[in-house]
């Protein structure tokens, strides 16, 4: 049994992921892209009976494993999973259909359709770039003005996708949102992310701290990994004070540095062991 770790950058978590193997004596074979270039239907670049993507460039995640996937191989998360968490429409678009409930959400292919679809939302309202991490280019419009201002600055941005405006209730959170990890068929580990900012990324200043995982999160955090089929995953959910969990998106190649820390837990750990297990089958 051998795993194949793809990465570009190695973080914390890469590494992390190394040692637990290693503690088990799992080899590991370490595909690093910089270096590696990978052939398409040919023969695969090292031996491993299953590939973990751990790119922290979602390009880079999404083409090695769809050149990877060419070669008869398996990938965790496979490359369908990467793209649909990565775009937050498809991602809200599945869930609903799944009767997965999710911030009332609209999007909007103009400036004026976009002001049109926030007046039926009500302000504040949130709007994003369907394809985004890390909180970046998240904003929050209090009114019609700001609003205005917002789709202004993304209308002159170099990129199409940020054409399409994607637009959502804000949902009146208790100063915190819940990351909550799945591996496999099981929830693990989850945290709060607590934050005096209404954007709750760890990477936008959000503190970690150990959260509880009741039946509820537990059965519709497994229900959101089965219905995008993702394996490996790191989902955002919210509360909201009214209709309870709300899923606001999914991450394929979650970072998870900050819970190992806050947590105590051994997700490296799991990870490794999971991917084992299905080997095994
Ligand atoms: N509709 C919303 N209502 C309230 N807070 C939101 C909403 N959408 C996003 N946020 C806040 O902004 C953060 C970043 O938004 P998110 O959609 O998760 O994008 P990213 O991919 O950048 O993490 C969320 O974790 C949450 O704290
Ligand atoms: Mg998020």
């Given amino acids: 049994m051998g795993i194949a770790l793809v990465y570009d950058i190695a973080r914390w978590e890469e590494r992390a992921i190394l040692e637990a193997a290693r503690k088990r004596s799992i080899s590991v074979e370490l595909l690093h892209l910089e270096t590696q270039p990978l052939t398409v239907n040919g023969k695969p670049p090292v031996e491993a009976d299953v590939y973990l993507q751990r790119c922290l460039s979602h390009a880079n995640a999404l083409s090695s494993t769809i050149a990877l996937e060419s070669t008869g191989l398996r990938v965790v998360n496979n490359s369908r999973a990467i793209a649909v968490a ?20 609209v999007i909007a292919f103009s400036e004026s359709s976009a002001m049109k679809a926030a007046g039926t939302l009500g302000y504040p309202v949130v709007v994003k770039p369907i394809n985004g991490s890390w909180g970046r280019l998240v904003s929050l419009a209090e009114d019609e003005e700001t609003l205005r201002v917002i789709l202004e600055h993304r209308v002159y941005m170099n990129n199409p996708f940020l054409k399409i405006h994607l637009l959502q209730e804000f949902v009146r959170k208790p100063g915190r949102d819940i990351r909550v990890f799945v ?20 990477a936008r200043g959000g503190r970690a701290q150990p959260a509880p995982i009741d039946g509820e999160l537990r059965e519709l955090s497994l229900k959101t990994a089965e219905t ?20 606001n998106e999914v991450n394929a190649v979650p970072d998870f540095r900050n819970t190992v820390a806050v947590t105590g837990y051994d ?4 990870i490794v062991e999971y991917l084992a297990s299905t080997t095994r089958r």
């Fill in 183 to 202: 591996v496999g068929d099981e929830v693990p580990v989850a945290i709060y992310r607590v934050s005096d900012h209404w954007v709750t990324n760890t």
């Fill in 86 to 105: 990565h775009d937050k429409l498809w991602t809200l678009a599945l869930l609903s259909k799944a009767g997965i409930p999710t911030p009332r959400t």
């Fill in 267 to 270: 997700l490296p750990g799991r």
């Fill in 228 to 247: 995008l089929g993702v394996e490996i995953a790191g989902l955002d959910v919210f509360e909201d004070p009214e209709r309870g969990y709300l899923v």
